[in-house]
T-cell receptor
Framework: NAGVTQTPKFQVLKTGQSMTLQCAQD?????MYWYRQDPGMGLRLIYY???????DKGEVPNGYNVSRLNKREFSLRLESAAPSQTSVYFC??????????????FGDGTRLSIL | GNSVTQMEGPVTLSEEAFLTINCTYT??????LFWYVQYPGEGLQLLLK?????DKGSNKGFEATYRKETTSFHLEKGSVQVSDSAVYFC???????????FGSGTRLSIRP
């Protein structure tokens, strides 16, 4: 059981290039999330998708777009990469059932450097 | 709004020492509370959780008790090991939201 799979694991881009980070989960979860993690700043939510067909902005959405392609897949796109977007990106998924939310499952991250 | 505050790191301890990492939260009602652990080069993994007041979550020797009166969920372990070196995140989920709110993380280093 793979859980949450992110690709690629590492990427180096030049300023202005575009790229899409892929995420897929095999747990049949409704909700999926994209975070970025920067030193000393913990996790910051970029976008999330509470269910298939919906997406919402998180804390730091500027410079990013997302697509919930189907229930399994949730991609994050950088249209014009900037050095400030150098970070580690994590995808996560969870199932939400009223108060009994199931905890989030995380991928292993994508380490992205923008030169 | 909902928020989580946890003690700043880094925390450095010797092997077999007692560990406490403080976490307090702000939320209305009764959120679910979590501790996640992140080992170097990996994503976050759920360590333990508690869904109602006075619940105690436990896993791998770690414990945390949901204290409604002090709005706290402190992480404890009686005897830490070098393999416990990681970053620990406190988090809450509130039924009014569709997302988990994370604290800023506490880096723990254990000396042999």
């Amino acid at each position: 059981n793979a859980g949450v799979t992110q690709t690629p694991k590492f990427q180096v881009l030049k300023t202005g290039q575009s790229m899409t980070l892929q995420c897929a989960q095999d747990m049949n979860h409704n909700s999926m999330y994209w975070y970025r993690q920067d030193p000393g700043m913990g996790l910051r939510l970029i976008y999330y998708s509470a269910s298939e067909g919906t997406t919402d902005k998180g804390e730091v959405p500027n410079g990013y777009n997302v697509s919930r392609l189907n229930k399994r897949e949730f991609s994050l796109r950088l249209e014009s990469a900037a050095p400030s977007q150098t970070s580690v990106y994590f995808c996560a998924s969870s199932e939400f059932e009223g108060r009994n939310n199931q905890p989030q499952h995380f991928g292993d991250g994508t380490r992205l450097s923008i030169l | 709004g909902n928020s989580v505050t946890q003690m700043e790191g880094p925390v450095t301890l010797s092997e077999e020492a007692f560990l406490t990492i403080n976490c307090t939260y702000t939320a209305t009602g009764y959120p679910s509370l979590f501790w996640y652990v992140q080992y170097p080069g990996e994503g976050l993994q759920l360590l333990l959780k508690a869904t109602k007041a006075d619940d105690k979550g436990s896993n791998k020797g770690f414990e945390a008790t949901y204290r409604k009166e002090t709005t706290s969920f402190h992480l404890e372990k009686g005897s830490v090991q070098v393999s416990d070196s990681a970053v620990y995140f406190c988090a809450l989920w509130h039924s009014s939201a569709s997302k988990i709110i994370f604290g800023s993380g506490t880096r723990l280093s254990i000396r042999p």
